[in-house]
């Protein structure tokens, strides 16, 4: 089904906006005392996005708690992570209530993660146009949906599509989750093979096509290699399950259909952002082009 949606992933540019500007201290306290530096980045750079790109709709996605089902696969999943910052604790449910008043569709699902969202999103709709910081969303990319990957500030990012992420990878979209499996992410708590990096994974599934593939034809690797792999089996087998975003996540596709077309009530969102006391905000929506 075809549309011109803009999919932003929430919980990235809440936690890329909240740190650009808490590393000086800057936490935008509102008159109720809440910390505001997250919320405002992310609703600017989510204006800024609509005036870019000028969507038909436009869907904000959302992680909903620590817990997820990949922590019942494996209980180590991100438990490396540290705690947010205590200033950074309410913005959580409050940029909801803010997003909710200036009439914006969004959409978080307990258990899953937003990536799994976005990827429901992107095996069932074509012609989106996905924002995010994560490099694991790019398993996602199809003939007709783009990732925009934050670079710097609300306009630099790194876009891909299906084309030019095989010209720079030399594999199929699909193909990331094998590399993923292969290298693991230590930012998620899973490790992969072991002394095995990006540049090797990479190299193996250009060859072999798959992790199943690297393992029926374990003979031909280097002994190095063949040591790596055998030793950290279960981990390579677990990476590969983990790094594979969700695509069936259930929600009503019916309410996504009635809730996504975005509408621009210029004079909502600037009595939205006056009542919450977003003034950066606010001062931001006047110079913008929506």
């Not at 980045?41 to 959302?62: C, D, F, Q, Y």
């Not at 991100?78 to 409050?94: G, H, L, S, V, W």
């Not at 992969?192 to 690797?221: H, S």
């Amino acid at each position: 089904m075809t549309s011109n949606t803009l999919v932003i992933d929430g919980m990235a540019l809440l936690f890329r906006h909240f740190y650009a500007t808490s590393c000086r201290n800057q936490f935008m306290v509102n008159n109720k005392n809440i910390p505001t530096n997250g919320i405002q980045g992310l609703i600017r750079h989510t204006m800024k996005l609509v005036e870019l790109i000028r969507p038909e709709n436009m869907v904000i996605t959302w992680d909903m708690g620590k817990e997820t089902i990949r922590n019942e696969w494996f209980k180590e999943y991100k438990a490396n992570r540290t705690a947010p910052p205590e200033e950074m604790i309410p913005q959580f449910d409050y940029v909801k209530e803010i997003i909710h008043d200036m009439g914006f569709y969004q959409l978080g699902i307990h258990g899953y993660e937003a990536d799994d969202i976005i990827g429901t999103l992107a095996v069932n709709y074509d012609d989106l146009t996905i924002v995010s910081g994560d490099r694991d969303l790019l398993q996602l990319l199809g003939k007709n949906n783009d990732i925009w990957l934050t670079k710097k500030g609300f306009t630099e990012y790194h876009y891909y599509n299906e084309q030019n992420f095989m010209d720079e990878y030399d594999i199929t979209p699909e193909q990331f989750v094998d590399v993923k499996a292969l290298m693991g992410d230590s930012g998620d708590g899973y490790y992969g093979v072991k002394g095995i990096g990006e540049k090797t994974a990479l190299k193996l599934i250009r060859e072999y096509k798959n992790v199943e593939n690297i393992i029926e034809n374990i003979d031909l690797l280097s002994k190095g290699l063949q040591t790596k792999i055998l030793n950290d089996m279960s981990s390579l087998h677990m990476s590969h399950k983990l790094a594979k975003i969700i695509t069936d996540v259930e929600f009503s596709h019916d309410e996504y259909m009635d809730h996504r077309k975005l509408n621009i009530d210029k004079e909502k969102i600037d009595q939205t952002l006056a009542c919450h006391d977003l003034r950066i905000t606010q001062k931001y929506l006047h110079t913008l082009n929506i």
